[in-house]
């Protein structure tokens, strides 16, 4: 079963490509309740997923199949593994989908990511503690990762940086008061 967790992190450049990046996952980080449980991302989850040739997640748009924003083997999809959690960087095609995107994350209406994956063979640690049920994510399988507007993960952020595209001084100032908040 594919399972789809958001969190949040995003960055946006302006350029001749526009590109978002920012984590999909940041580890050691709660989830809002998942039905029961809290869920927790732990370093080295992605690792073998990441260095497998099979693997070719996407970058989508809300997990919707049909707004492809990048993917791996195409190299508009850049993906690692850091102390952090999962970093992405996505090239923007120039669609209207993703040109609406950017805007939706420069005005901070969308500040989260998300992703999509299956669960490897004992790759999870399920744990009750009193009357609280957590789940540890050790090895997962990706599939996507995606820009939503309704992340699980609290502890992650959504940004657009383009200043040097900002050209009215009230969003100048509204994308300073945001980058401050960082």
Do not use: C
Not at 150 to 158: I, L
Request: proline share 6%; aromatic share 6%.
């Amino acid at each position: 079963m594919t399972e789809r967790r958001p969190a949040l992190e995003l960055r946006a450049r302006g350029g001749s490509t526009p590109r978002l990046s920012g984590y999909a996952a940041v580890f050691d980080t709660p989830s809002e309740d998942l039905g029961g449980f809290t869920e927790y991302v732990k370093p080295g989850a992605f690792t073998r997923s990441l260095s497998s040739n099979k693997a070719d997640p996407m970058a989508l748009v809300h997990h919707l199949p049909h707004l492809v924003l990048g993917r791996r083997s195409a190299g508009t999809l850049r993906l690692a593994e850091d102390t952090r959690g999962l970093h992405f960087e996505v090239d923007m095609p120039d669609t209207a989908t993703a040109r609406d995107l950017l805007v939706s994350v420069e005005r901070g209406d969308i500040r989260g990511a998300s992703f999509a994956f299956t669960v490897a063979p004992d790759g999870d640690r399920w744990q009750l503690q009193g009357d609280r049920v957590t789940r540890d994510l050790t090895d997962v399988d990706l599939h996507e990762i995606t820009i939503t507007a309704t992340p699980a993960y609290p502890d992650t952020e959504v940004a657009r940086r383009a200043l040097a595209s900002l050209k009215a001084p009230r969003r100048v100032a509204l994308a300073r008061r945001y980058l401050e908040t960082l």
